[in-house]
Nanobody, 117 residues
């Protein structure tokens, strides 16, 4: 199983970035997909989650209205569109695949997002 994040980088406050997480080696459509982030000196926190069918999503209060999670089961890819970025969004962003039936979970290696002027 491999999860590969991409799309991170440097953005200005108020700017946008789109993260992608490409999955391989698993039945992607059977997994709930989520994005987490971890800032220096802080615990990893859940940012957004999409159910296996993509019909339901949920967000941390800190990103509601600014971030959008989506998934393309045909491409085995989950996305995180991040708008109106703030310096406090600076963190390493990780994607996670979770099969709620088996409990099987897999993590990507992370991608750095830095929001700074």
């Amino acid at each position: 199983v491999q999860l590969v994040e991409s799309g991170g980088g440097l953005a200005q406050p108020g700017g946008s970035l789109r993260l992608s997480c490409a999955a391989s080696g698993l039945a992607f459509s059977s997994y709930a997909m989520s994005w987490y982030r971890q800032a220096p000196g802080k615990e990893r926190e859940l940012v957004a989650v999409a159910t296996s069918g993509g019909g339901s999503t949920n967000y941390a209060d800190s990103v509601k209205g600014r971030f959008t999670i989506s998934r393309d089961n045909a491409k085995n890819t989950v996305y995180l569109q991040m708008n109106s970025l703030k310096p406090e969004d600076t963190a390493v962003y990780y994607c996670k695949a979770l099969n709620l039936w088996s409990g099987s979970a897999h993590w990507g290696q992370g991608t750095q997002v830095t929001v700074s002027s």
